[in-house]
């Protein structure tokens, strides 16, 4: 009779999870945007450091996907976050705030 030893608890390795990035949210509604627009449909909310797709890409134009948007400080992304519901070329924008891990910004190819 064979029996299977397990491991004990601290010789298990448990993976890490990837961080989630400080003041991100993420962005779905619009049919086609260019990076220009998105910076300039937040520009009232402050500056945004960073904007890529759910896999870590970013693209000069994004076509109804999600779109990753990381701000520099706590009130923009307040400010982003009020947004939610807005319009913009007949599409209703929603805007909510990323917890889930993402994959390492890359550039699109």
């Not at 991100?24 to 937040?42: A, D, N």
Request: with cysteine; net charge positive.
């Amino acid at each position: 009779e064979r029996t299977t030893k397990r491991p004990k608890a601290e010789e298990v390795e448990v993976p890490q999870a990837a961080p989630v990035p400080p003041r991100q949210v993420y962005v779905t509604g619009f049919r086609s945007v260019t990076e220009e627009q998105l910076r300039e449909f937040f520009a009232s909310c402050g500056g945004v450091t960073s904007m890529y797709n759910k896999f870590g890409k970013s693209r000069s134009v994004y076509n109804r996907e999600t779109i990753l948007c990381t701000f520099k400080k706590d009130k923009a992304l307040k400010k982003a976050l009020a947004m939610s519901g807005s319009s913009h070329m007949g599409a209703t924008i929603k805007v909510g705030l990323n917890t889930q891990p993402i994959a390492t910004p890359k550039q699109a190819k």
